[in-house]
């Protein structure tokens, strides 16, 4: 069966600091994988999905990239960290082949930055 | 771009009482999901169901197309029951899978 693994599970980061989350896919092969963010409790909103190794298409301008190095390891990351990043960032996977694909969330990591 | 709307916004139960989500939305959909977030953050996927009915143990769940709406029915409420449910769903544009989420409803199962 299929996992999706999400580390950190919970991190507090300075202000002007650099970001790296992690995402991987186990169980399947070339995945659509996403990143989404939730601030306040509700409503997830799309940061970046990608079909591919190096595909990355981006949904929001923000602060934040995302790089997709091996075929089931999604990342997310940020040069400066700002306020406005904290929040609940999700990762999600689907099948490949179809744009509409059930989706499957991670357990998510909670950032909160200072 | 499409618009998802969730109500009750929030509901009190009392354990083993029945309730009914709904969730509108205002185009056509590909893809229609309800997902409980626990209160740990997780998503927890109930169902997927752009149409048609389902059935898991006490949820169910309709998604009427036509009529642009989907519901979610929780039966013999129990306190785990409790947080909040979304309702997800894809909208045909051909450029991408992009999951638009209504803002939830939050559940509070009270023993």
């Known amino acids: 069966s299929q996992t999706i693994h999400q580390w950190p599970a919970t991190l507090v980061q300075p202000v002007g600091s650099p970001l790296s989350l992690e995402c991987t896919v186990e169980g399947t092969s070339n995945p659509n994988l996403y990143w989404y963010r939730q601030a306040a409790g509700r409503g997830l909103q799309l940061l970046f999905y990608?079909?591919?190794?190096?595909?990355i298409s981006s949904e929001v301008p923000q602060n934040l990239s995302a790089s997709r190095p091996q075929d089931r390891q999604f990342i997310l990351s940020s040069k400066k960290l700002l306020l406005s990043d904290s929040g609940f960032y999700l990762c999600?996977?689907?099948?490949?082949?179809?744009?509409?694909?059930?989706?499957?969330f991670g357990p998510g990591t909670r950032l909160t930055v200072l | 771009g499409i618009q998802v709307e969730q109500s009750p916004p929030d509901l009190i139960l009392q354990e083993g009482a029945n309730s009914t989500l709904r969730c509108n939305f205002s185009?056509?959909?590909?893809?229609l999901q309800w997902f409980h977030q626990n209160p740990w953050g997780q998503l927890i996927n109930l169902f997927y169901?752009?149409?048609g009915t389902k059935q898991n143990g006490r949820l169910s769940a309709t998604t009427v197309a036509t009529e642009r709406y989907s519901l979610l029915y929780i039966s013999s409420s129990q306190t785990t029951d409790s947080g909040v449910y979304f309702c997800?769903?894809?909208?045909?544009?051909?450029?991408?899978?992009?999951?638009?989420f209504g803002k939830g409803i939050t559940l509070s199962v009270r023993p």
């Open positions: 990608s079909v591919g190794i190096g595909q």
């Open positions: 185009d056509s959909v590909n893809n």
């Open positions: 999600a996977w689907s099948a490949s082949g179809s744009s509409y694909n059930e989706q499957f």
């Open positions: 169901i752009p149409s």
């Open positions: 997800a769903l894809t909208h045909y544009t051909g450029a991408n899978s992009k999951l638009t």
